[in-house]
Structures are given as structure tokens and as C-alpha cells.
């Protein structure tokens, strides 16, 4: 977001959802693979769950930039930091340990 914002010169609250979506294939393949060790379950069911809530994770990371360096007026690296903490762990994780990965917990 940081490179967008600062090479590219895009907006802050355009630039976060763009990074978003980079982050999420990447986050994707890591975390089937090693962080909840569901790569031998059909990718794409886990997909389409992962697109759901990755979708969803941009939309709440736009929101929240917007309302923290737009309305609030802080710098858009720390309504960043603030924004993705409280994403990642108030609805990314969560939902994809309870929901994207949980076929791979059911069927242990």
C-alpha cells in the first residue's frame, strides 16, 4: 500500500484495497499450506470462501482507511497499521480458521 500510495501516487483509500488483494493470494497459498495445513482438501471450495472474506477484508480495510485519514485525518500509514491490525484480527483470521480452512479440521 506504502509503494502505491508513494510511487504511484494513488489515493491511500484506493491503494489499500489494491493491496489487499495482492496480500490475499499470497496470504491464500501460505496459509493453506502451512498455517492450517489444508492443502490435501479440494482447493476450490476453500477458494471461494478464501474470495468471500478476502472481498469482505478489502471492503473493511477501505472503510477503514477512509474513516481514519479522511474523516479522522491521520496519516494514512497509521490508520494502515490501525486498520490492518484490527482486520486481520477481528475478522481475516477468525473467519478463516472457523470458516475457509474448517474442512480440513473436520476432517481429522
Known sequence: MVALVELLRLSPVLAAPLGATVGAVINFALNRRWVFRADDVPVMGQAARYAFVSG???????????LLFNVLGLHYVLARVIVSVAVSLG??????????????????
Open 56 to 66: 469482505a477484508s478489502a471492503g473493511w480495510n477501505a472503510l477503514g482507511e477512509h
Open 91 to 108: 475478522w481475516n483470521f477468525p473467519m478463516q480458521r472457523c470458516w475457509v480452512y474448517r474442512a480440513r479440521q473436520e476432517s481429522r
